[in-house]
């Protein structure tokens, strides 16, 4: 999953073009734009409060077990960011329903990426 966040976030501070350079090594990941990328990243990720289980929770949570905290009855997080599989988890592990609680947005493409953003519809009654 490291490398889905990098081309989401490396999308959104570089752009279309430069990831496309990228990912063509027409540009070293020395370019001080992929730096940017990181060290946005690491302004979200050092932000306990956004990661569910601060960053030792994260850190030892398997994929599914991610999905299932945000689509359970009584979920831990607000989103996931996964690919179309993130849909058979919610299908198998959870009660929620995909297209109805379980919805998706797409991230920023280009040629070589889209990666899906999974965020619960609407919040569970507790």
Not at 19 to 48: N, R
Not at 81 to 99: E, H, I, Q
Request: glycine share 8%.
């Amino acid at each position: 999953m490291l490398t889905d966040w990098f081309e989401n976030v490396y999308l959104q501070t570089a752009g279309p073009e430069m990831y496309d350079q990228l990912a063509a090594h027409e540009i070293p990941w020395t370019d001080p734009s992929v730096g940017v990328a990181l060290e946005t990243l690491a302004e979200v990720w050092g932000q306990e409060r956004l990661l569910a289980g601060g960053t030792e929770g994260t850190l030892q949570t398997d994929f599914p077990t991610s999905v299932v905290n945000v689509f359970s009855d009584d979920p831990d997080a607000a989103m996931v960011v996964g690919a179309d599989f993130v849909a058979s988890v919610v299908s198998d592990s959870t009660n929620a329903t995909v297209g109805g609680d379980a919805t998706s947005s797409p991230s920023p493409t280009s040629r070589a990426t889209r990666a899906p953003w999974s965020s619960r519809a609407t919040p569970p009654s507790r």
